[in-house]
């Protein structure tokens, strides 16, 4: 279930995105450990590692970097990571983590929605930035796919990686049910809405202290500002989990191997 929100002012809006944040940082940074739940590891990081295609050397913004998972298998890749976030206590946290590679990456604390913030960071000096399941918490992020071709160097791509907005938004629910004949179960996922689902707060984890808020923006939505602010996009994939990965019966994303909970996307700046 989610709470739908209210309009409001962006910027308070997004103050208290970052205050949800950080009071379960700490909570989910604990039960994603180094390397991130099955969700992740099997789905998120192979995807956007695959788009990202990284030379050892390459210098690399982490957009989001949360507990900085990814932060780390890109400097175990070879590269040299520019990890960001919003939350001082993530980012406190993700460098504890870091250990033998703490000298290939750089934390800072960054708020994407800031475009100044986002300049400070250096103008071509990226040869590459990734997003990792963050872009659907962020009330606004005009300012950063607006930004972002400024920081990257010539040639240089943007990978990022939502929640499905087709299939894996608050207005869907998972079904199982009995088929006829034999009673063989079928697994559905029943859509509410697509177009018109409001930003409201959902569970992120079980047994997390408090939800977050997710921004739901289908397809044009989301694919029209990216084009707007001067990008093409020219790599996709939609990962979902293999078939038999749920036990019989259970209702989760491992139960779905024909309905992908992820979308991944690369662009690059228009020429």
């Not at 289908?218 to 996709?236: K, N, Q, S, T, Y």
Request: net charge negative; charged share 20%; proline share 7%.
């Amino acid at each position: 279930m989610s709470d739908e929100l209210g309009s409001g002012h962006p910027e308070p809006l997004n103050q208290e995105v970052r205050t949800l944040w950080e009071s379960k940082a700490a909570y989910w940074d604990e039960r994603m450990g180094d390397n991130g739940n099955e969700f992740q590891s099997t789905l998120v990081d192979p995807a956007a590692e695959r788009l990202l295609g990284v030379e050892p050397g390459e210098v690399l913004l982490d957009v989001a970097c949360g507990s900085g998972i990814m932060s780390r298998r890109l400097a175990a890749l070879g590269a040299r990571v520019v990890a960001i976030d919003f939350s001082q206590t993530f980012i406190e946290l993700a460098a504890r983590r870091s250990g033998a590679l703490a000298e290939r990456i750089e934390y800072r604390v960054v708020d994407c929605t800031d475009a100044g913030q986002l300049l400070a960071l250096g103008a071509g000096r990226f040869d590459a930035a990734v997003c990792n399941m963050a872009l659907m918490d962020m009330a606004d992020i005009e300012p950063l796919l607006a930004t972002l071709p400024r920081l990257l160097k010539a040639g240089g791509r943007f990978v990022f990686t939502i929640q499905h907005p087709c299939f894996n938004a608050n207005a869907i629910r998972m079904t199982v049910e009995e088929g006829e004949p034999g009673g063989e179960l079928i697994y559905a996922i029943k859509l509410l809405d697509y177009l018109n689902v409001p930003p409201g707060t959902g569970a992120g984890m079980p047994g997390e202290p408090n939800p977050h808020y997710y921004f739901h923006r289908p397809l044009a939505e989301l694919l029209g500002i990216c084009f707007r602010a001067g990008w093409v996009m020219d790599g996709i994939e939609e990962p979902a989990f293999p078939a038999g990965a749920a036990p019989v019966g259970a209702l989760s994303w491992r139960a779905f191997s024909g309905i992908p909970p992820v979308l991944a996307v690369r662009l690059r700046p228009r020429s």
